[in-house]
């Protein structure tokens, strides 16, 4: 298996554009997990799917933010308009996760896509 | 509000020494708790994972136990070397499968 694909891997860009990250989970998971990381704040989660339903998206810092799971082998994170402050690193990662079995829920993370905005 | 710290500062060690990486919770009761390993420039990667009702758990050098009265979890790697050098993160476990991931230690381990 190829892990977690991410895509772009960089992303620089102005601010006010449009910024779409791709993901694609591992075959099999049923869960996807949106992360940003930054110096500052760390890794912080911004939404979670499982079974291409979005769970939780209380960590998503504003509207400008948004993620689609349109299927189990594929999600975007977008980001419209783009700001500076929006420059981090944002991970994708994927579990095989069933509620209420106290599943091992180990997290696979793909290798990130470090986002500039000027 | 819950709060997760790990040791703040990078830790050096020598060779061969034992590195030992503190994670402590407020405001919390996680059934689980896991840790990861993180290069420059990647992903964190999954090491171990440890119920609230064992104590201690082990993988070949690396140890880490759980006290759930403390709050605490130690993370240790024995024999260390070298290519132990990266950030470990330590993550609660919550419902739904959510993680909620500490700031992370940078370890550097000297030769």
Known sequence: DAGVIQSPRHEVTEMG???TLRCKPISGHNSLFWYRQTMMRGLELLIYFNNNVPIDDSGMPEDRFSAKMPNASFSTLKIQPSEPRDSAVYFCASSSYTPGQGANNEQFFGPGTRLTVL | SQ??????EALNIQEGKTATLTCNYTNYSPAYLQWYRQDPGRGPVFLLLIRENEKEKRKERLKVTFDTT?????FHITASQ????????CALVSAGGKLIFGQGTELSVKP
């Open chain 1, 17 to 19: 554009q449009e910024v």
């Open chain 2, 82 to 89: 070298p290519a132990d050098s990266a950030t470990y993160l």
């Open chain 2, 70 to 74: 403390l709050k605490q979890s130690l």
């Open chain 2, 3 to 8: 709060k997760i710290e790990q040791n703040s």
